[in-house]
């Protein structure tokens, strides 16, 4: 069982930067692929970021390449999500998943076992 508990989230004016952080429990967190997903009010759930199980290959939806970062320390069973240049289409909350048995890396969430609660990014304008 994985344990995933987000942090890092608040509310910032257009042009700043947020760092979020994902603490992981597992006791194999080097063998998961970890994504980042986010959902706005009255929207559906969307892929944000992905990072392979090594952290050698990282992925990004086109709203955010170039402005997000998504890294891993598998000493420490974390992902972070280094987010700058903020706007406020970037607000919603923003959560963290692993897949246990990935076969490289996936922007689906049906392919992620378990999640985080999440944390809010507000953004104003």
């Known amino acids: 069982q994985v344990q995933l508990v987000e942090s890092g989230g608040g509310l910032v004016q257009a042009g700043a930067s947020l760092r979020l952080s994902c603490a992981a429990s597992?006791?194999?967190?080097?063998?998961?692929?970890m994504g980042w997903f986010r959902q706005a009010p009255r929207k559906e759930r969307e892929f944000v970021a992905a990072?392979?199980?090594?952290?050698?290959?990282?992925f990004y939806t086109d709203s955010v390449k170039g402005r997000f970062t998504i890294s891993r320390d598998n000493a420490k069973n974390t992902v972070s999500l280094q987010m700058i240049s903020l706007k406020p289409e970037d607000t919603a909350v923003y959560y963290c998943?692993?897949?246990?048995?990935?076969?490289?890396?996936?922007?689906?969430?049906?392919?992620?076992?378990?999640w985080g609660q999440g944390t809010q990014v507000t953004v104003s304008s």
């Open positions: 998943a692993a897949d246990t048995n990935p076969r490289g890396w996936s922007s689906y969430s049906r392919e992620y076992d378990y």
């Open positions: 597992g006791r194999t967190f080097s063998h998961y692929a």
């Open positions: 990072i392979t199980s090594s952290g050698l290959n990282t």
